[in-house]
Structure formats: structure tokens, C-alpha cells
């Protein structure tokens, strides 16, 4: 049986949520939704964040050309090199920098030091609850929805 993830992170991939504030968040989610479980991931380095198999392909941020999959892993694999510090990745479409956390992921997926994890939800998150934890966090967050 597959599982479904809904995973949040901050948009900013060198956020990082205190212990604190992750517990406030999980209590805020587990009074909207039931779930498996919901829990909060922390991580020494900044680490790629997924949709596992819901990823379908990836775009420019510019001109929103599609980027291929060999192209964008060898940008990754420089990319771990150094820890996913430097995320600078030079789109081959349109010759713009940007970072690979800015790249259109469809489905997102994002960097991040940190996540809170929410495994079979038995709803999606409202917005109200998203704009709730985005005050909470004192961040914008991105929500990734992911498939194994």
C-alpha cells in the first residue's frame, strides 16, 4: 500500500524551526488533521526535500522551459558536493543563475534544514492552516505533497 506525505519546510532552505515552534506546529496541525502521524524532521546539513514518485518533470523559473532530468542531476550532484550550501545552478535554456530551490518542480519539492512531516492525512491543509503556520513560523512555507 503506497503512502501519502504531506511535508512543509520553509522557503528559505537555511530556516530552521526550533524545537519549540515545531512542537506549536504540530500541535496546530493535530487539531485540523488526523494522520498516521505527524512529526518533525531535522537535519545537520541542508537537505533535498522530495515528492517522490509525483515528481514529473522540472522548469526554468525564467522562461519556464523544461529542464532535463540528467541535466538537473548533474547540477544535484555538484550541488552535494558542497552539502547543498551552494545551489547555484545556471539554466541552460535562457542563461540565467538562479538557485535550484528556485527551479519549478512539478510537484514541489524544495531544500531545507528541517520539515514537518504529516504520513496519511485524512485531508489536505486549508489554507487558513497554512497561513496559520506561516505566522507561527514567521515564514513562508512550501508545502510538498509526495507519493512512495
Same mark, same amino acid.
Given at each position: 500500500?503506497s503512502?501519502?506525505? $504531506?511535508? $512543509?519546510?520553509?522557503?528559505? #532552505?537555511?530556516?530552521?524551526?526550533h524545537?519549540?515552534?515545531?512542537q506549536?506546529? +504540530? ?6 488533521i488526523? %494522520?498516521?502521524s505527524i512529526?518533525?524532521?531535522e537535519?545537520? #546539513? ?8 509525483n515528481?514529473? #518533470?522540472?522548469?526554468?523559473?525564467y522562461?519556464?522551459?523544461? +529542464?532535463?532530468?540528467d541535466?538537473w542531476?548533474d547540477?544535484?550532484?555538484?550541488? %552535494?558536493q558542497?552539502?547543498?550550501t ?7 535554456c535562457?542563461?540565467?543563475e538562479?538557485s535550484l530551490n ?5 510537484f ?16 489536505e491543509?486549508?489554507e487558513?492552516l497554512?497561513q ?10 512550501r508545502?510538498i505533497?509526495?507519493?512512495?
Amino acid at each position: 500500500m503506497s503512502e501519502y506525505i $504531506i511535508r $512543509i519546510i520553509p522557503e528559505q #532552505e537555511k530556516v530552521y524551526f526550533h524545537k519549540a515552534l515545531s512542537q506549536d506546529m +504540530i500541535n496546530c496541525i493535530s487539531r485540523e488533521i488526523k %494522520a498516521d502521524s505527524i512529526s518533525c524532521e531535522e537535519y545537520d #546539513e541542508i537537505s533535498f526535500i522530495d515528492c517522490g514518485g509525483n515528481l514529473e #518533470e522540472i522548469s526554468c523559473p525564467y522562461c519556464h522551459e523544461i +529542464i532535463p532530468f540528467d541535466i538537473w542531476g548533474d547540477a544535484m550532484e555538484k550541488a %552535494a558536493q558542497s552539502g547543498f550550501t551552494d545551489l547555484t545552478f545556471r539554466t541552460l535554456c535562457c542563461g540565467n543563475e538562479c538557485s535550484l530551490n528556485e527551479l519549478e518542480y512539478n510537484f514541489p519539492c524544495g531544500f531545507a534544514r528541517c520539515m514537518i512531516e504529516i504520513v496519511n492525512p485524512d485531508r489536505e491543509l486549508s489554507e487558513p492552516l497554512i497561513q496559520q503556520l506561516e505566522e507561527l513560523s514567521e515564514n513562508k512555507l512550501r508545502i510538498i505533497q509526495a507519493h512512495y
